[in-house]
Nanobody, 114 residues
Framework: VQLQASGGGLVQAGGSLRLSCKAS????????MNWYRQPPGKSREWVAG???????NYADTVKGRFTVSRDNVRRMAYLQMDRLNTEDTAVYFC?????????WGRGTQVTVSS
């Protein structure tokens, strides 16, 4: 299983970024895909998730600003991040699970400047 996240960068507060996660080695269409983040000096935290059926859930801190989506044909998951603020600065990871084992992609850095 390989997950490759991309799309991070430096953005001003109030701006937007779209993260992408490309998956291989799994039956992507049946897997729930999650996004996590790890702010500087803090623990990794769950941000958002999307089930195989397209149901979505969000952490309270990002609800209304972030949108998770997926494209099963392209085997991609996305995280659209709008109205970013400095507290969104973190390394962002995509994650999925197969047979009880967690798989993580290499993170992508998001830095929001004030």
């Amino acid at each position: 299983v390989q997950l490759q996240a991309s799309g991070g960068g430096l953005v001003q507060a109030g701006g937007s970024l779209r993260l992408s996660c490309k998956a291989s080695g799994i039956n992507f269409s049946i897997n729930t895909m999650n996004w996590y983040r790890q702010p500087p000096g803090k623990s990794r935290e769950w941000v958002a998730g999307i089930t195989s059926g397209g149901s979505t859930n969000y952490a309270d801190t990002v609800k209304g600003r972030f949108t998770v989506s997926r494209d099963n044909v392209r085997r991609m998951a996305y995280l659209q991040m709008d109205r970013l603020n400095t507290e969104d600065t973190a390394v962002y990871f995509c994650q999925t699970q197969r047979s009880g084992t967690d798989f993580w992609g290499r993170g992508t850095q998001v830095t929001v400047s004030s």
